[in-house]
């Protein structure tokens, strides 16, 4: 059974950094499209970046270099890099999976079929 299961989240202090994980239990990432998504209350849940099986990377246009996406398939794991925090950075971060090995379509959550909980990152203003 395919579960995915974020950690790393919590506080975070302005200027600094947190380390994101996903562990993808019963998944090949190899032939999954892989995403993180966030989602600040009331609004709509939002795509961060995506890697698809062959580690091939897109980017929201509104990371500019702040977020790094990365994977390690034989750890079954995700992970987001998340530098110069902002208070604005302050959501609900989702790991994702489709069961396509592309990442077509833009890093749209309606097209991702499983999920994990979600993790909650506090940046103090």
């Known amino acids: 059974e395919v579960q995915l299961a974020e950690s790393g989240g919590g506080s975070g202090e302005a200027g600094g950094s947190l380390r994101l994980s996903c562990v993808a239990s019963?998944?090949?990432?190899?032939?999954?499209?892989m995403g993180w998504f966030r989602q600040f209350p009331g609004k709509e849940r939002e795509g961060i970046a995506d890697?698809?099986?062959?580690?091939?990377?897109t980017y929201n246009a509104f990371v500019k270099g702040r977020f790094t996406i990365s994977k390690d398939n034989g750890q079954r794991t995700l992970f987001l890099q998340i530098n110069s925090l902002k208070s604005e950075d302050t959501a609900v971060y989702y790991c994702?999976?489709?069961?396509?090995?592309?990442?077509?379509?833009?890093?749209?959550?309606?097209?991702?079929?499983?999920w994990g909980p979600g993790t909650q990152v506090t940046v103090a203003s």
């Open positions: 890697i698809d099986g062959r580690g091939r990377i």
């Open positions: 019963e998944l090949n990432l190899n032939s999954h499209c």
């Open positions: 994702a999976a489709r069961r396509s090995p592309y990442c077509a379509g833009g890093i749209n959550p309606r097209l991702y079929e499983h």
